[in-house]
Structure formats: structure tokens, C-alpha cells
């Protein structure tokens, strides 16, 4: 609903479509061409490194390690992604990661949509109550020694649930999921239907989960991201290096420095192991970010709409 | 509404189904309620041992209560001033900069002529906010690397001399953390104020150019006023988070030659709580719980003050 009214008005920008620039005043041409001249600027500033790094990926370890990328790719070669694919420590990180994000992911949308959806009924009995015991954890938490120790006592360390469990219910993507179920599902629908004998929890399958479409996606988009992403849990619960989500081996080999070069078993990328080094990290941030990436142009049309929902009433 | 078939003889006892309904909406708010209490509540109740001298034969109840010990401990605590004002300067710094562009930058994009090129500038904006923490800082040790990132060759193509370490500067963390996140979450911020101005009434522009208004005026007069009460929002926001510079970010970037700039209050309660040696889980606890009071306070200074002025509020 956000984006049509969006397109409508963008459309009707009076001056953007129907005008010729040269029709414009003088004193808007001159608006226009620092505005451009900024817009150009910001847009040259946030894909330069990005352009940097993918470039670098795919540039060979010697033109890398001697700085001579600077935009495109130099003497382009695979040897990066090479290192990357042969890196064990990666490969199982890798592995872990799609199963935190899927599990996570799953686990979040159930528990945001089935307390959304007993939220959204106007009717139910302490619903105030509830609100209140949800929103009060937004404001205020008991901080990280405490969780610490609750995580601790429910033995949730150094098991894959650490990575899945805090943070299963986002409070705020509860209240975007409420306000569309309530402002989508007119009330009359679910007395009409409970008059024919509709069960809410049939309901709920039946009409809640398939006119939610936009905001599961949504939300999906959010947890999933979330738990790609996810470095903080890992770095408090997980000791095993077995359970080790990718971004804890990308922070030791991106940050920390360590990379193992005896994992590079290609007897010539040992030679040059330090040059190997360099461009194994610019591969492995390829490599890190592109299932995002990828989703990206699926999703950019949902997630406008949910910032928007989000904003409706917080 | 394709409506399912339903048994002829359930459609009257309409009253009864209401009935059921109860309970039936209880049991898809018992994962959440159960979730909430455990994972939220508990440890809520676990801040008591703020006050306590945690004992860990004796749990968090059975411990000594030693009153505000903790705490006077904290205050007087060597690192207290260093740690106070890198996480002050850095939220303020933060706060400056990346409260207003935002505003500027959806004001700008909003206003400009060629529906192609804004697409491409908004979608290219969104996508840093995507990446990881991890990537991000990964990226910057990268970039910033003297001999093979790219700013390091591109300053030894200008100047001929190997730039020097920018992480290990103290002077320029904060620069690097805030302009840093501003690349990451410029697009991504905008969204909001974008989706606000997209709902200006159109009317107020035609009217505004048939009475000679120029396009900068129209932005001034016309567009800026219509994002106030949004803008108003999350200014609340972000002051009421004012003490609550994240952890992650922080921590990634943080290294032993810039630790006098980059050490704050949540990664000094990592380390005097949870690394090895340390594990002072009451002193950790009392100074999250200082922070999270600080916070608490000025969200409700902030929201009172936005009310008096006679804009939106929070509640």
C-alpha cells in the first residue's frame, strides 16, 4: 500500500516528468546541478568499496599484495576463491550458518505470527497486559552478565540453540506483524467465519498465514539477514570450533589475521602463500555476502513495505 | 473470501464457538509469553545481583547483599572517566552526523529530477546495510591495509610515502566508526523519511510553483516541515539509545594501540565479566545496569521534552 502510494506520487512529481530541464527557472537548474553533483558524489562513495573489494577478489594474489587494484580487477585470476574453496574451516562455518538461519528464521516468523495473530484480536481478555509485558523488553533488559548466566543455567552453551533461541522474538517485528494482521483482516471476516464454525486456529492457517504474505516476507527478510550476520552470540556461548558460524572464522581470518596457509594445499599458492592471503580475504567477503546479495533484488520491493508498516504506529 | 464448506449443523452455536475461542488464542500467546518470561523476565530478575556479591556456590539469591558496593567500586574505578567519555564521544559524534544526513540525503533525492537515476542511488544506498559487522569491519582493515587496500594505494600514488596505520591511531577511531556506519546505513536510514515524503500532498507543490517558489523553497517550506514529526520519532530514539553504543562494531575494531579511544562501557563489561580471569559477575552487572538506567532516563527526558514542544511522542 505504502509503495503504490509512493509510485503515484513520484510519478506526479510536478517538474520531474513532464518538464524538460530547460523549461526549469534558472535558479532551479542551478538546485539541480548541486543536488546531482552530491547525489553523484554519494552514490561514487558507497559503491567504491564495494566495487574495490569484488574486483580485488578476482585479481591475482601478486597485484593485490603490490597495491595495484585500484577500481578493476588486475591480472584476473580464481586463485582467491580457490583458497577459499579449499579452506575446511570455512566450508564447515559455511555449513553451520545455513543451519542456524534456517532453524532461527523458522523459529522466529512462528512465534511472531502466532502471538501477532492472538495480539491483533481486539477482544482478548488482558490484552493490555500482554503489550505491556512485550513492550517494557524493548525499553529495558537485564544485560549481558544476567543472560550470560541464564544461558548458563539452562545449559544452552556450546549447543547450536545458542545461536538460534535469544532474540526468537523480536518485539518490534511482533508489532509490524500485529498492525498489518489488524489493519488487513477486517474484523467481520473473522466473525462471519467463526459463525460458520471456523475455529481460530483453523482461521489462523486459513486466512491469517495466507494474507500475510507481504509482512512474513518481511519479517523472513529480517530474521534471515539477522542470523547470516550473527557474530555476538557466537562470540558469548560457542567455544567449540566445530559450531562455529561463518562470521567467527571471517573475524579470525579478516580481522585477526590468521590465516592458516598450510590449508592452502596448492604447492604453488604456498609459495606465494602471503600474496594467497590477500586475496583470499577480499574472496571470502565475496563469498560471505553473496547469498544476501543474491535475495536482494527479490526482496527490495517487501522491505520498503516494511519499514513503512513498521512506521504506522510503533 | 472463498469460504470453506462447513458442516451444516456447527453454523448455530455461534456462542459457543465464541467460548472456545478463549482459550484457543491463549495457546498461540504461550510460546511468546513463555519465551518472553524466560529469556527477558529471568534475567531482569537476575539483576539483583548488581547489589550482591555473587558466590556461585550460592546462586543469584542465596548471595550477600552489599548494597551500592558495585557500583562506588565502578565510580572509582580507574578506567571509569576514559571509558564515560569514549562512549559519550563517540554516540554524540555518531548522533550528529548520522541523525541529520539521513534527512538531507532523502530531502535531496526526493527533490531531484530522473526517476532512473534515483532507483539506482536508492538500491545501490540500501545494500551496506546487508553486510555483516564482521564484513564491515573486515572490510575497513582491508581498505584501510598501508601496502594492499586501496586507500593505502591510492595515498602512496599521490604522496609516494606508505599511509600509516589508521587502526592503530586512537585519534582516528572515531572517525572510523562513524563515518564507517554512515556508509553502511545512510540509504537504509532515508527509507523512512523517503516513505514520509512520498505522502505529501502533491497540491501544495503545483501551488507553491504557480506562486513562484523555487525548488529549494518548495524543499524548505513544503517537504521539510512534512518529515518533522518522523524526524521528531527517531530523534527520541536515538537519544534514548545515546549510552547503548553497540557492542559488536566496537569490539571488532578495537585493538591494544587504540584502546585508549575505542574501549566503552558494553565491551568493558564484556571483559570484567566474561573473559578468562576476569569473570566479576557482579561488577559487570552493576555497570550494564548504570547504562541501561542512563538510558531509560534520558528516553523519558527526551520524550517529555518532544511533548512539551508540542510534537509527536512516543507515548
Not at chain 1, 10 to 15: D, L, R
Amino acid at each position: 500500500m505504502g509503495t503504490a502510494r509512493a509510485k503515484r506520487t513520484s510519478k506526479a512529481e510536478p517538474g520531474a516528468k513532464k518538464v524538460k530541464f530547460s523549461t526549469h527557472p534558472a535558479s532551479d537548474k542551478v538546485y539541480y546541478v548541486f543536488s546531482g553533483i552530491i547525489l553523484t558524489s554519494i552514490l561514487i562513495a558507497v559503491a567504491y568499496p564495494l566495487i574495490y573489494v569484488l574486483s580485488a577478489s578476482f585479481s591475482s594474489g601478486t597485484a593485490v599484495s603490490s597495491g595495484q587494484v585500484l577500481l578493476w580487477p588486475v591480472d584476473i585470476s580464481l586463485e582467491g576463491y580457490q583458497a577459499v574453496f579449499k579452506n575446511k574451516d570455512i566450508l564447515r562455518s559455511y555449513g553451520n550458518t545455513f543451519l542456524y538461519t534456517i532453524l532461527g528464521t523458522f523459529i522466529n516468523v512462528t512465534v511472531v505470527m502466532t502471538c501477532a495473530y492472538a495480539l491483533s484480536r481486539p477482544g482478548l481478555r488482558g490484552r493490555n497486559f500482554f503489550m505491556i509485558l512485550f513492550t517494557f523488553t524493548m525499553f529495558f533488559s537485564g544485560g549481558l552478565i544476567p543472560f550470560y548466566m541464564l544461558m548458563r543455567n539452562l545449559h544452552l552453551i556450546d549447543t547450536m540453540w545458542a545461536m538460534v533461541l535469544p532474540g526468537a522474538l523480536s518485539v518490534y517485528n511482533m508489532i509490524i506483524a500485529r498492525t498489518f494482521i489488524q489493519s488487513s483482516i477486517p474484523g467481520e471476516l473473522v466473525e462471519a467465519t467463526s459463525m460458520d464454525g471456523c475455529s481460530d486456529i483453523r482461521f489462523f492457517f486459513s486466512f491469517v498465514l495466507p494474507l500475510s504474505k507481504a509482512v512474513i516476507a518481511v519479517i523472513t527478510l529480517f530474521s534471515a539477514v539477522g542470523h547470516w550476520n550473527a557474530y555476538f552470540n557466537a562470540l558469548m556461548y560457542l567455544n567449540d570450533r566445530s559450531l562455529y558460524p561463518l562470521q567467527v572464522i571471517l573475524r579470525e581470518i579478516l580481522i585477526m589475521n590468521q590465516v592458516d596457509v598450510s590449508m592452502i594445499m596448492d604447492p604453488e599458492l604456498q609459495q606465494a602463500n602471503v600474496q594467497a592471503a590477500a586475496v583470499l580475504k577480499y574472496a571470502l567477503i565475496v563469498v560471505a555476502t553473496l547469498p544476501i546479495l543474491c535475495v536482494y533484488p527479490f526482496i527490495q520491493k517487501y522491505f520498503v513495505k516494511g519499514v513503512m508498516i513498521g512506521s504506522l504506529k510503533g | 473470501m472463498t469460504s470453506q464448506p462447513l458442516p451444516p449443523g456447527r453454523a448455530k452455536n455461534g456462542s459457543k464457538k465464541s467460548i472456545r475461542s478463549g482459550w484457543q488464542m491463549y495457546l498461540f500467546l504461550l510460546p511468546a509469553v513463555v519465551y518472553i518470561v524466560i529469556f527477558a523476565y529471568v534475567p531482569m530478575a537476575g539483576v539483583q545481583i548488581a547489589f550482591k556479591e555473587y558466590d556461585f556456590t550460592k546462586g543469584i539469591w542465596g548471595s550477600e547483599w552489599v548494597g551500592l558496593d558495585n557500583f562506588r567500586r565502578f565510580f572509582e574505578s580507574y578506567p571509569f572517566w576514559t571509558i564515560i567519555r569514549n562512549t559519550l564521544l563517540l554516540s554524540l559524534y555518531s548522533l550528529v552526523i548520522s541523525f541529520p544526513l539521513p534527512i538531507l540525503f532523502a530531502l535531496l533525492l526526493n527533490s531531484f529530477i530522473g526517476q532512473k537515476f534515483k532507483k539506482i542511488v536508492q538500491s545501490v544506498s540500501y545494500m551496506p546495510h546487508f553486510i555483516s559487522t564482521v564484513v564491515i569491519v573486515g572490510m575497513l582493515v582491508q581498505i584501510f591495509n598501508p601496502r594492499t587496500g586501496a586507500f593505502g594505494s591510492l595515498y602512496t600514488f599521490f604522496t609516494g610515502n606508505v599511509m600509516p596505520d589508521a587502526f592503530a591511531n586512537p585519534d582516528l577511531f572515531p572517525h572510523l566508526y562513524v563515518w564507517s556506519g554512515i556508509w553502511q546505513g545512510i540509504g537504509w536510514s532515508s527509507i523512512i523519511y523517503i516513505a514520509a515524503l512520498s505522502s505529501v500532498d502533491e497540491h501544495l507543490h503545483e501551488a507553491a510553483q504557480i506562486d513562484g517558489a523555487s525548488r529549494l523553497q518548495r524543499v524548505r517550506h513544503i517537504d521539510f516541515p512534512s518529515i518533522l514529526p518522523t524526524a521528531t520519532i527517531m530523534l527520541i530514539l536515538a537519544v534514548g539509545n545515546l549510552m547503548d553504543i553497540g557492542f559488536e562494531k566496537v569490539f571488532l575494531m578495537q585493538n591494544d594501540l587504540n584502546l585508549s579511544s575505542s574501549e566503552v562501557i558494553s565491551t568493558y563489561v564484556y571483559k570484567v565479566g566474561l573473559t578468562i580471569g576476569a569473570g566479576d559477575f557482579s561488577f559487570a552487572t552493576a555497570i550494564g545496569l548504570f547504562n541501561s538506567v542512563i538510558n531509560f532516563v534520558l528516553l523519558i527526558i527526551v520524550n517529555f521534552a518532544a511533548r512539551r514542544m508540542g510534537n509527536a511522542s512516543l507515548w
